[in-house]
């Protein structure tokens, strides 16, 4: 349908977005203000190079000016977001539905932030706070403008506020122990934030299954590494990924087959 093309056409212009506040980010520069550049002969992108895909497919991955590599990290930066955006649009969009438009500018920016989380975490081991408390605020404000404009006629305790902020305190109360009494060494303090949200986004219902599965998937590839000889059981390994698998998995599965979680609630 023509929305889907909208959306993956989003999440690739979205996607480039990204790639420059990350690469910003970890230089420590003003990810918001000054024009795209080469990294390596610092000459101003034309607006015909910054085409999400296109540009660097035509360019062959190579500066225009100085024929410089670009890395491929621009590239599947706007591919994954771009497929994470078609993602939220065929499961979660209908456009006769009003409260799937706010269901769905929620987890758009809440996919986009867990993008510069996942790869934060995977390339420096360290997620920049702004990213965290970001996710938190829209899953937050997303839960209060859901019970303002499509809830308020139900009883509290029934309500999807009511349902989130129980599933963020258990997730969040879960992970600060973790954290505490191991000092840091199995956890640290940004899966803390990462579980408050995964909490905030499925629900008290679904939290454990949650954390069931970013515990499960994380384990699968440490003992993968292990048996490849790829590390070893002092590695740290960051878990970040594993708890966005779990948020998304949930809620995926949630909306295409919610029997199959009804198992698992409690």
Avoid at 86 to 91: I, R
Avoid at 128 to 149: I, N, R
Avoid at 214 to 224: C, I, P, Q, R, W
Wanted: proline residues 3%.
């Amino acid at each position: 349908m023509f929305y889907l093309l909208f959306f993956l056409g989003v999440g690739l212009i979205v996607g480039s977005f990204l790639n420059v506040v990350f690469i910003r980010t970890e230089r420590e520069e003003d990810y918001i203000g000054g024009r795209s550049h080469c990294d390596t002969c610092s000459t101003t992108l034309a607006w015909y190079d910054n085409i999400p895909v296109w540009s660097y497919l035509f360019l062959g991955g190579k500066c225009r000016s100085c024929k410089a590599l670009i890395p491929s990290q621009h590239l599947w930066f706007e591919l994954g977001t771009g497929g994470a955006f078609l993602w939220v649009a065929a499961l979660f969009f209908d456009p006769l539905s009003p409260e799937t438009w706010l269901t769905t500018l929620w987890l758009c920016i809440l996919v986009s932030l867990c993008i510069l989380i996942v790869v934060s975490d995977v390339v420096s081991m360290e997620i920049p706070l702004v990213f965290l408390v970001s996710s938190t605020v829209v899953t937050a404000l997303y839960t209060t403008l859901y019970f303002l404009f499509f809830e308020r006629q139900l009883p509290i305790f029934e309500t999807t506020l009511w349902n989130s902020a129980l599933g963020g305190l258990c997730a969040w109360a879960f992970f600060f122990l973790l954290v505490y009494f191991s000092k840091e060494t199995w956890m640290g303090w940004g899966d803390v934030w990462i579980a408050l949200t995964g909490g905030m986004a499925v629900g008290v219902k679904l939290t454990l299954l949650m954390l069931t599965t970013a515990f499960a998937s994380g384990a699968l590839f440490g003992l993968s590494l292990l048996f490849w000889h790829k590390k070893n059981l002092q590695t740290q390994v960051p878990f970040a990924p594993f708890l966005v698998l779990g948020i998304l998995c949930i809620l995926s599965i949630e909306q295409v087959r919610p029997e199959w979680l009804r198992f698992f609630m409690w």
